[in-house]
């Protein structure tokens, strides 16, 4: 149980570090992503509300008191990260390898926990 307890709360740490630099990039080097996502053919009108979603996204998978909201959560990341990576991938600009992390993270986040829930 304290091994499930350990994986889960690094895979998640190391999940929210990744999303809160991507969320410090959306506010603080706003040129820089909007370039990004002009590159992609995103409007670039999403680019706060985008990164106001990942902040509360965070904020539910870290408290246990919404379970519910923790499972759209999780899912919206994972969507979320699927789409970033064949997204980077296609404009062959190289960071899909930060989406596969954070699939990844997202993932062994999404399995401990539910164990940790068992």
């Known amino acids: 149980m304290k091994k499930n307890k350990i994986v889960y709360n690094?895979?998640?740490?190391?999940?929210?570090?990744?999303?809160?630099?991507?969320?410090?990039?959306?506010?603080?080097?706003?040129?820089?992503?909007?370039?990004m996502f002009?590159?992609?053919?995103?409007?670039t009108y999403i680019?706060?509300?985008?990164?106001?979603i990942k902040l509360v996204g965070l904020f539910a998978i870290w408290n246990p008191n919404f379970s519910i909201i923790k499972e759209w959560a999780y899912?919206?990341?994972?969507?979320?990260?699927?789409?970033?990576?064949?997204?980077?991938?296609?404009i062959n600009d190289g960071e899909h390898i930060s989406a596969l992390l954070a699939l990844l993270f997202l993932v062994v986040s999404y399995i401990f926990n539910k164990k940790i829930q068992a």
Do not use: D, K
Not at 38 to 43: D, E, K, L, M
Not at 76 to 88: E, Q, T
């Open 47 to 52: 680019i706060y509300p985008y990164a106001v």
């Open 75 to 90: 899912a919206g990341f994972f969507f979320a990260f699927i789409l970033a990576f064949f997204a980077h991938y296609m």
């Open 38 to 43: 002009t590159n992609f053919g995103y409007p």
């Open 10 to 35: 690094v895979a998640t740490g190391l999940l929210t570090v990744l999303i809160l630099f991507s969320a410090g990039m959306y506010f603080f080097n706003y040129e820089e992503v909007a370039q």
